[in-house]
C-alpha cells in the first residue's frame, strides 16, 4: 500500500513565504532558497515535524512549551545539525490550520520561549563576570583575558551578544562591550557574525572611532 505523502496545510505557504521574504532582506539569499530550505528540512526530519495532525488553530502555550519529543529531537544528530533541528521545531510550533503560519511573531515567540528555558542559565555566570569586571577595569583587551580565564571565547561571544538585547549600557560600558566584541572577531579568531546585535556593537565601535575599515565591516 502506498504511503501518504505528508504535506503542511495549503493555507501555511503565503504566510510561509511572506516570512522567508522578511528574512531575506538580512540574508544573501533569496526568500525562494529560504522555502526552498524549510521544505528540505521538513523532509529531513519527517518523522518529527509530521508526527500529528496539525492543530485547528494557534496554541500560544504550546508554542512556547517544550516537549520531551521536542527536546529529545534537538539532542539527536550529530552537533552540526544542531540550528536546522531547531529551525525545523520552530516552523513546526507554528504551522496551524486556521493562520497557517504564524509568520514572524510565532517563530519569535518560541524561540525566546527556548532561550530563556535552555539557553540563558549558560550565559548568566558570563554576564555576571562581564558586570563585576566591567565596574573597574574599562580596557577590552583587559576584560577579555580576564573572561577567557573562566570562559570559551564563543560562550563569552554569544553571553555578550544576548546581554546586549537585554541589558542599557552607558556611553563607556557600551564601548567596553563593543571592544570585546571586536576583539573576538579580530583576534580571538571567531568567524565573521550575522548576529544583529554584535554587527550594531561593533559599527558603532567605528563610527564613535576614526572610521577606519568601516568599510570592510562584517
Not at 149 to 158: A, G
Not at 169 to 187: N, S
Not at 190 to 214: Q, T
Request: charged share 40%.
Amino acid at each position: 500500500m502506498r504511503k501518504k505523502k505528508r504535506k503542511i496545510p495549503k493555507t501555511a505557504i503565503e504566510p510561509l513565504m511572506r516570512h522567508c521574504e522578511f528574512l531575506s532582506k538580512e540574508s544573501d539569499q533569496t526568500a525562494e532558497e529560504i522555502f526552498k530550505e524549510y521544505l528540505e528540512l521538513m523532509n529531513k526530519y519527517a518523522d518529527y515535524f509530521f508526527s500529528e495532525p496539525w492543530p485547528k488553530k494557534y496554541d500560544y502555550e504550546k508554542a512556547t512549551t517544550f516537549t520531551d519529543e521536542d527536546i529529545e529531537f534537538l539532542t539527536e544528530g550529530e552537533k552540526e545539525e544542531g540550528a536546522d533541528r531547531f529551525t525545523a521545531m520552530l516552523l513546526k510550533k507554528n504551522i496551524n490550520l486556521e493562520h497557517g503560519f504564524m509568520e514572524l511573531f510565532g517563530p519569535f515567540w518560541t524561540r525566546q520561549a527556548f532561550h530563556k528555558e535552555f539557553i540563558r542559565p549558560t550565559y548568566e555566570p558570563v554576564q555576571e563576570a562581564f558586570d563585576d569586571l566591567s565596574g573597574g577595569d574599562k580596557d577590552s583587551r583587559g576584560v577579555l583575558d580576564k573572561l577567557k580565564e573562566k570562559f570559551d571565547i564563543r560562550l563569552i561571544h554569544d553571553s555578550l551578544v544576548d546581554l546586549a538585547e537585554h541589558e542599557y549600557f552607558d556611553k563607556i560600558t557600551g564601548r567596553l562591550h563593543a571592544g570585546i566584541l571586536e576583539l573576538l572577531h579580530e583576534e580571538e579568531g571567531l568567524p565573521p557574525c550575522h548576529e544583529y546585535r554584535c554587527k550594531l556593537a561593533r559599527k558603532s565601535l567605528h563610527n564613535g572611532g576614526d572610521g577606519e575599515r568601516e568599510e570592510n565591516f562584517e
